[in-house]
């Protein structure tokens, strides 16, 4: 037969409400760890969404798909994660002299991240997500790629 508060479940000691101290303790650090994650996923995405952007800007000015305008508008669209929520900026430049089949081109894609659940805003708030692509020209539809501007490029921001 057992005693009177030393029931099953019960602590003979006395300290049955430790457990839910040190629960309440621990809890702040275990909903930081959750954040944290699920913050470093979101940014994970946003860069992998940023660098497919920059891959498929650099196919379409390889293959001349018109103007920066044309191909950032392009850009922009494929964007899944990223655009509208942010507005990214979609630059191409000359790496070579010409814009002649052979040329080297180079489009660099930049947009800051977006927070997902606003816990880590802070954290990830001065960072620029960044991919820069070096391609060679494949197709220009006349003498030279029509966003080469005479080797200037250009820079769009979408909107």
């Known amino acids: 037969m057992t005693g009177l508060g030393e029931g099953k479940g019960m602590r003979a000691d006395g ?13 702040p650090l275990l909903i ?4 944290g994650i699920i913050e470093s996923s979101w940014a994970f995405a946003q860069l992998n969404d940023v660098r497919n952007g920059a891959r498929e800007g650099a196919r379409l000015a390889a293959t001349n798909f018109g103007d920066v305008d ?5 850009v922009c669209a494929r964007m899944e994660i990223v655009y509208p929520a942010k507005t990214p900026t979609v630059t191409l430049d000359a ?10 081109g180079r489009i660099t894609v930049e947009t800051s991240p977006d927070s997902l659940t606003g816990f880590a805003a802070g954290l990830f708030g001065g960072m620029t997500l960044e991919s820069t692509i ?26």
């Open 70 to 74: 044309d191909i950032a508008a392009e």
């Open 32 to 35: 930081l760890l959750l954040f």
């Open 15 to 27: 300290e049955g409400g430790a457990s839910l101290v040190e629960f309440a303790m621990l809890l």
């Open 134 to 159: 070096e391609f060679r020209l494949e197709q220009p539809g006349t003498g030279s790629a029509d966003w080469w501007n005479g080797g200037s490029g250009g820079s769009h921001t979408c909107t």
């Open 95 to 104: 790496v070579s002299a010409n814009g002649s089949i052979g040329g080297l």
